[in-house]
């Protein structure tokens, strides 16, 4: 499947006055592929991830999966598909604060069950080195710790595309590099990653990298 944005425009409206968050962006996602997209805070990015993901609605413009349009499905349709088919990582992480780490990636199955999410939630949480961690509340982790559980929940359902807003913020090299290796696998089995990032070594493990400048995207 291909994720394609194609001339997204969404403006913002707040106490009367307007903010052009995103002024015409168009991009491509491929299997395989890692792209990564940089730019001053306030530039459009999480924007740009959220209408992506189907999870806002733009002005105008296009998001289509396999030539799709995503916003022209009724909201059920379009949950369902973003469930299979997408795993966010929030900037904010959105964690669910009365839950386990455990419960926190074996979230998405509450919605859709599947036979073995608990064997799978366990070895997600073995492969982010939270083992020691696995039943503790968000509340108490650290903010690195915290980013590495809204990773393995949006790796869950095995989603085909990752759309990541800053996944390695707050991490120190060893887990930067961990994260980094699971977003490589993950593209070297034919998924595709859509990651924002300031991180040299994220841009670097990139296969494409954009600039978002005040609403606008060019290749960096
Ligand atoms: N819900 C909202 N209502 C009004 N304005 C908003 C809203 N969300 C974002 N904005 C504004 O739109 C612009 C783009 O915001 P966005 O969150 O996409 O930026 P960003 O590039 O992700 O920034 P950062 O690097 O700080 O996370 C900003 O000026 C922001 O203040
Ligand atoms: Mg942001």
């Known amino acids: 499947m291909v994720l394609e944005v194609s001339g997204v425009e969404k403006r913002y409206f707040k106490l009367g006055r307007e903010i052009g968050a995103l002024k015409g962006v168009s991009l491509a996602v491929e299997p395989g592929r890692i792209v990564a997209v940089r730019g001053p805070s306030g530039s459009g990015k999480t924007t740009l991830l959220l209408i992506a993901g189907g999870l806002l609605r733009p002005d105008s413009g296009k998001v289509a999966l396999d030539g799709s349009d995503i916003f022209g499905l009724p909201p059920e349709g379009r949950a369902a598909l973003r469930s299979r088919s997408i795993g966010f990582v929030f900037q904010q992480y959105h964690l669910v604060p009365y839950l386990s780490v455990l419960d926190n990636i074996r979230l998405p199955a509450l919605a859709m069950p599947t036979p073995d999410a608990m064997g799978r939630a366990k070895s997600l949480v073995e492969r982010m080195g939270l083992s020691e961690r696995a039943r503790h509340t968000p509340s108490e982790l650290s903010v690195g710790e915290r980013q590495r559980v809204a990773l393995a929940r949006a790796m869950f359902n095995k989603p085909q595309f990752i759309l990541a807003d800053e996944p390695t913020g707050n991490l120190d090299d060893r887990n930067t590099e961990m994260v980094l290796n699971c977003l490589s696998e993950h593209t070297a ?25 005040d609403g606008s995207l060019r290749a960096a």
């Open 189 to 213: 089995g034919g998924g595709a990653v859509l990651m924002v990032t300031h991180d040299a070594r994220a841009m670097k493990a990139a296969h494409v990298v954009y600039i978002l400048e």
